[in-house]
């Protein structure tokens, strides 16, 4: 049964199922948090392999960590929030893998290996400017929202949209930018309207009718914005959604 629920979970049609599962984790039954480490093993590699650049595979030092970080996000996680497990756990698997690489390269810089005149070994500690660890961090995150950027690019070109163009066609007012906003979140939380969306490159827009509070005009005036909107907040794209928290209710 789990194999089949967790199979369902990346096309949308198991949240309810997955979230039920989580809840018993949560409330400590150990068999279904073991299944549900099992079942994750993949994204969790595929996590640690992106924050770290590298592969890493399961006798990496590395994937236990992002095992502990799955492990954690799966007891704090709230089905009530708007983001899902897996982005939820890809958040909690970064901050742990980059404190892990942050201590890593404190510990290392703090041990330097030199050679003496006789040619033996000897270590001697020095100060470390811990500013380069900051560094680091801000250039890996750099590098991460640039890969974000560039993977929402190629997305939005399947659907035939550009950033220059949604810059262009981005509602001017507020008012109109949230119900805009409202209805991608709409399409985003209801899987079958998303799996028309990505089936059909177009909005649901009969069925939209039926449960918004806006014409049909509207939604099609703001088209490429809700699809944009919607993509994003469906995709693992951590640090882009940072740019529109304010927007989700």
């Not at 709230?78 to 893998?97: C, G, N, Q, V, Y």
Request: charged share 30%; aromatic share 10%; hydrophobic share 40%.
């Amino acid at each position: 049964m789990l194999l089949t629920i967790i199979q369902g979970i990346f096309n949308k049609k198991s949240d309810t199922a997955l979230n039920e599962l989580v809840w018993k984790a949560k409330t400590g039954d150990e068999k279904i948090m073991n299944e549900l480490l099992i079942a994750f093993t993949p994204f969790m590699k595929k996590t640690a392999s992106f924050v770290c650049d590298r592969f890493i595979d399961e006798s990496d030092e590395e994937f236990s960590i992002a095992m502990v970080g799955f492990h954690e996000a799966v007891l704090i996680y709230d089905p009530e929030e708007k983001a899902s497990l897996t982005t939820f756990a890809h958040l909690i698997m970064k901050r742990r893998l980059i404190d892990h690489i942050r201590k890593e390269a404190v510990r290392n810089a703090n041990v330097l290996l030199s050679i003496d005149d006789d040619g033996d070994a000897k270590t001697f500690e020095y100060a470390f400017d811990k500013s380069s660890i900051f560094t680091f961090s801000e250039e890996r995150q750099a590098a991460e929202r640039r890969e974000e950027m560039a993977e929402y690019s190629r997305l939005l070109a399947e659907f035939g949209l550009s950033f220059r163009e949604l810059a262009a066609v981005s509602p001017k007012h507020a008012d109109s930018r949230k119900r805009a906003f409202q209805i991608a979140q709409i399409i985003a939380e209801t899987p079958e309207f998303y799996e028309h969306l990505m089936e059909n490159k177009r909005l649901p827009i009969k069925q939209l009718e039926h449960i918004v509070e806006v014409s049909r005009k509207t939604i099609e005036r703001h088209r490429k914005y809700i699809i944009a909107v919607t993509l994003l907040l469906n995709h693992n794209f951590t640090y882009l959604k940072e740019y529109v928290k304010g927007e989700l209710i």
